[in-house]
């Protein structure tokens, strides 16, 4: 608990929980037509009180857009984790579980995807499927998947080979139960810490393509998003830019610190 409790945990939960909470609470309180409504006549504006972040090309409230683009960005992102531990945990724990020519043909499929580098992988799926927001999920979902199918399966093939597991068999506990009482809750941990960490590379991967043209689409709010559009600003209005890279920047940051620590905590060779 200790270990638990320290400033680079607490700071790194801090910043996770806030921006849960703007992102779950900014849609009660900000509808989507104040987030675009437009106002030529305050387009560009700098931060001032009457918009405390500023405004953007077509007068629209940077606080309103960054927060509800909160949302936005983080639904893509625990969506295309969540499909990647659906299609990589079950590769992986079969892939370590039967070893042998499963494992051959499983790992060979994985190491194929893994040749790609993530974004580019996503970038072409989505190209394929077509840019909107359930295809960026597909496609971020699909590029993370062979990094966690292949942490699946070294786990599992270090659990397979524990004394209680080899116990376990021999009692005549079949695959189905050993899978499931035995190997998955044990490398639990492992896929906690390595989806804590995806969160964070998932939301630079909707960021990339949503500047791209292949992600999230106007008139939603994504910091992707308002990042292209603000491409042509940054001269006279960078804080147009700063903004959502800040946001994009503090969440991956908060992340990857909290993810840091749940690996020393969780993981038995960290903590042996």
């Given at each position: 608990m200790k270990r638990f409790l320290t400033p680079k945990a607490l700071v790194g939960l801090g910043v996770i929980v806030?921006?849960?909470?703007?992102?779950?609470?900014a849609p009660l309180f900000i509808p989507d037509a104040a987030a675009n409504k437009m106002n030529m006549a305050a387009r560009l504006k700098g931060p001032a009180l009457a918009h405390l972040l500023g405004t953007d090309q077509l007068g629209r409230d940077l606080l309103y857009r960054v927060m509800l683009g909160a949302r936005t960005s983080l639904t893509i992102a625990g969506l295309a984790v969540g499909l990647s531990i659906?299609?990589?945990?079950p590769l992986?724990?079969?892939?370590?579980?039967?070893?042998?020519?499963?494992?051959?043909?499983?790992?060979?499929?994985?190491?194929?995807?893994?040749?790609?580098?993530?974004?580019?992988?996503?970038?072409?799926?989505?190209?394929?499927?077509?840019p909107n927001l359930q295809n960026t999920i597909i496609a971020i979902g699909i590029a993370f998947t062979p990094f966690l199918a292949r942490i699946v399966r070294g786990e599992a093939l270090r659990v397979v080979q524990m004394p209680y597991v080899e116990a376990a068999r021999a009692s005549g506990t079949n695959d189905l139960q050993m899978i499931l009482r035995h190997i998955l809750p044990n490398i639990m941990p492992q896929i906690i810490v390595q989806a804590t960490i995806s969160l964070a590379f998932a939301i630079l991967a909707e960021a990339g393509l949503s500047f791209l043209g292949l992600g999230t689409q106007p008139?939603?709010?994504?910091?992707?998003?308002?990042?292209?559009a603000s491409r042509d600003y940054l001269d006279v209005a960078p804080w147009t830019a700063l903004v959502p890279g800040a946001a994009v920047a503090l969440t991956v940051l908060g992340l990857n610190m909290f993810g840091d620590v749940l690996r020393d905590v969780l993981d038995p060779r960290v903590r042996g």
């Open positions: 806030a921006i849960l909470l703007i992102a779950i609470l659906i299609i990589g945990l992986g724990i079969i892939s370590g579980y039967y070893r042998g020519h499963v494992d051959n043909v499983l790992m060979r499929l994985v190491d194929t995807l893994l040749s790609f580098p993530a974004l580019l992988l996503a970038l072409t799926i989505s190209a394929m499927l077509g008139p939603q709010s994504s910091w992707g998003l308002m990042i292209q």
